[in-house]
């Protein structure tokens, strides 16, 4: 076995679940959401995290950033300093915006595709926070100052990025974000040992996954899944995650 890879034995998977579920995760985690599109994020009423939320796991208020500007046309945006196309976020309904839900031990979070990428292993350490605070840019971005003075005040200020790609807002990257780390808390998925052997959990991408029937369209089940011997099942998906991460993302494994 390759010695910078970890042992995906059961044991190890089940060591891993228990993990996950026993660390200082907060009873409940409080997420609060900065868009002037507030209706975009009626997606978070349906499936797992629309279950989670009703069951009070995950607390979710989305703030429309307009309710916080002064002007007759409740404007938002500016032409950037120094020229240039597109317009930038103004930062006085930010400041206003985030002195209304920011706390000392916020974590705060602007999507954007100059930031760090984001990864399963920040997915985690989110889940464990007691509060975020997601602010959505639109047009340019947001004016940098924001970011800079949130820094000062809370807990942690994180730049990330869900892709090298660019989006129209900020929006769609902060679903992304909380779908990874809302299944991550503890509850949210029924099953923990579901979220143990996954893609990215141990630096692997998933062995291949068949159910019913055995023989569909004349393509079989590999007969290794069908025999119940669960040493012979754990070795073949091992295998399975080496073999495609290797094919498909070489760079996990320090290839390529
Ligand atoms: N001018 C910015 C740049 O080149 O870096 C792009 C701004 S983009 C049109 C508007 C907003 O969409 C960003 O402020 C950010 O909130 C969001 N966004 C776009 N692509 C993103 C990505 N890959 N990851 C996270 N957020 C993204």
């Known amino acids: 076995m390759d010695e910078r890879l970890p042992d995906a034995s059961e044991a190890t998977c089940q060591r891993r679940a228990r993990t996950l ?9 409080r997420i609060d959401i900065v868009t002037i599109f507030p209706e975009f994020f009626s997606v978070l009423d349906v499936s797992l995290l ?15 950033l ?14 950037p300093s120094g020229g240039g196309a597109g317009m930038v976020m103004r930062p006085e309904p930010w400041g ?9 031990q916020s974590t705060v979070i602007f999507p954007t595709p100059a930031g760090s990428l984001f990864v399963q292993k920040q ?11 997601f602010c959505c840019g639109r047009y340019e971005g947001i004016d940098q100052r ?13 730049e990330l990025s869900i892709g090298d790609y660019v989006l129209n807002g900020g929006e769609v990257a902060v679903v992304a974000v909380i ?40 393509l079989e089940t590999p007969a290794v899944l069908l025999g119940g011997n669960h040493a012979a099942i754990a070795a073949w998906r091992r295998e399975q995650q080496l073999e495609r991460t290797r094919r498909v993302r070489p760079e ?4 390529g």
């Open 179 to 218: 779908e990874a780390v809302g299944r991550l808390i503890p509850g949210v998925v029924g099953n923990p040992d579901s979220l143990v052997e996954e893609s990215h959990e141990d630096g692997l991408l998933e062995y291949p996954s068949y159910t019913k029937p055995a023989e569909w369209r004349g």
């Open 146 to 158: 924001v970011i800079d003075y949130t820094r000062t005040r809370a807990a942690e200020v994180l």
């Open 123 to 133: 997915a985690r350490e989110l889940a464990g926070r007691e509060h975020l605070i």
């Open 21 to 29: 579920c026993e660390s200082h995760y907060a009873e409940s985690v």
């Open 66 to 79: 307009r309710d916080f500007t002064h002007d007759r046309h409740r404007t938002v945006d500016d032409t």
């Open 50 to 64: 629309g279950t989670a939320r009703k069951s009070g796991l995950i607390d979710v208020a989305v703030h429309d």
């Open 96 to 104: 206003d915006a985030l002195d209304a839900i920011l706390t000392e």
């Open 252 to 255: 996990l494994l320090g290839e």
